[in-house]
């Protein structure tokens, strides 16, 4: 993977950022997203953020190798601390992390967030904290997809400043991702629901109170998947 030929990941991350905006990407990963961005004219400005210095030198480094360095800066820094006013940026887009990790670095650098327009997120797992800390926070959800790479399943998902009010089922699943109901993410519920089944057949037997709430809250999740995969 490079600049120029993303993961399938970040191919279907890139997909949502919206065009022609300025955009800090947090946490780089040697800057592919907003090299390939820039290069497919999408984005116009782009900062590389990167909390460690190795990162920050890769990310460096291929900038400069894409002839990109007048467009893309790279910075050091702890998460949206690399944004600066002089940048004028509309976009954020943190893509490889954890969901609360995620919501973690949004809460930190949440004064940094007055501006910013849109919110390009592909939280590794985490997706229902993402979505409560969006929620909470006054962004709302316009767009999710799901993809698959290397034998794992994420979900990405773009926000912008708004009000939402998600169900419980909705924070699980996403509201977007549980009305197009893929064939990836029915197949991603079905496992899990298969999973489930297994564990809810071994504590089946077992009389202690501890695992038989733990069997009381697997069965509620299992009916949950079910109403929503029916």
Known sequence: MNGKNLSPRLKKVSSLVPSGVRLADIGSDHAYLPINLVLNKRVNFAVAGEVAEGPFLNSKSEIQKSGLSEFIIARLGNGLEVIQNKDHLDAVSIAGMGGILISNILEAG?????????????PNVGELELRNWLQRNHFKIVEEHIVAEDFHVYEMLLAVPGEMALTPSELKFGPILMRKKSDLFIKKWNQELSRLSKIKEKLSGNADLKMQTKLKNIETEMQLIQEVLS
Request: without cysteine; charged residues 15%; proline residues 0%.
């Open 110 to 122: 949440i004064e940094k967030l007055s501006g910013i327009n849109y919110l390009v997120l592909q």
